[in-house]
């Protein structure tokens, strides 16, 4: 008598489980997908943040940069004194200054000639004189360089100055004393501002941009000179004290 054999179950998956496994594998695939993407525009915006950094301080310079305590790195604004007309003027001379001493920012890909004027999205830089915007993420991050042109362009240098045993000049040798200050005048080459000092030996010079200037003390009938530099910051009022080496003149 033939033997009959039991059927045998099937143990694949049926319609349904089918169903659910595709959908729980689109559902993954799809927080796979957003994850990523998260990951990519998060690593975006830090990529243009350090560019926004690193473009404001080709302007204005690296405040953590000296020499002996003295700040030496003031960008385009302090050896041009002037803001710049745009971006390209940071790799490029605008126009043959003869103080410009860029390029003040790197171009990370030689083959895209203008990289340093993109975001990370690939959409050129907003420039509006104290701040650069990125807009290529869809929100716009703005870097500030300063919260006013002014504050990089517009400040003063003022002083005293004496003779050897502390006394000003009076009414009497003021006029025997010429003060000159060396600055970059925007344009790209320089000026020399020129000061009288009053009796008490107080002056005043407006209008400096920042950076590290020349400054002379001239006292005219012995053509004795003294010679320094001084540092202008943003937004600052600088105060210097200058003393002739002799005793030039007596108290008034």
């Known amino acids: 008598m033939p033997v009959i054999?039991?059927?045998?179950?099937?143990?694949g998956f049926t319609l349904?489980?089918?169903?659910?496994?595709?959908?729980?594998?689109?559902?993954?695939?799809?927080?796979?997908?957003?994850s990523g993407k998260t990951i990519s525009d998060i690593s975006r915006v830090e990529e243009t943040k350090a560019e926004l950094d690193a473009l404001a301080t080709a302007i204005a310079g690296n405040a953590t940069l000296a020499n002996n305590s003295v700040?030496?790195?003031?960008?385009?604004?302090?050896?041009?004194?002037?803001?710049?007309?745009?971006?390209?003027?940071?790799?490029?001379?605008?126009?043959?200054?003869?103080?410009?001493?860029g390029p003040y920012i790197p171009n990370r890909f030689s083959q895209v000639a203008d990289d340093y004027k993109k975001d990370s999205w690939g959409v050129d830089y907003t420039f509006g004189s104290t701040t650069i915007t990125s807009t290529g993420g869809g929100t716009s991050i703005v870097r500030k360089v300063a919260e006013a042109s002014s504050d990089l362009t517009i400040n003063r240098v003022t002083g005293i100055l004496y003779d050897l045993d502390g006394t000003p000049p009076g009414s009497?040798?003021?006029?025997?004393?010429?003060l000159r200050l060396t600055i970059p005048n925007g344009t790209g080459s320089t000026i020399t501002k020129t000061k009288t000092p009053n009796a008490g030996g107080f002056f005043t010079f407006d209008s400096i941009p920042i950076g590290n200037h020349d400054l002379?003390?001239?006292?005219?009938?012995?053509?004795?000179?003294?010679s320094r530099f001084v540092t202008v910051t943003p937004k600052s009022t600088v105060y210097n004290e200058h003393a002739f080496s002799t005793n030039l003149w007596v108290s008034p």
């Open 71 to 101: 700040r030496t790195d003031f960008g385009y604004v302090g050896d041009v004194g002037a803001l710049p007309a745009n971006l390209d003027a940071l790799y490029t001379n605008p126009g043959g200054y003869a103080t410009w001493r």
């Open 16 to 34: 349904v489980e089918l169903v659910i496994a595709i959908v729980i594998a689109g559902i993954l695939a799809t927080v796979a997908l957003r």
């Open 5 to 11: 054999s039991p059927v045998s179950e099937n143990s």
């Open 216 to 226: 002379q003390v001239i006292y005219k009938p012995l053509n004795d000179t003294t």
């Open 172 to 178: 009497t040798y003021k006029d025997s004393i010429t």
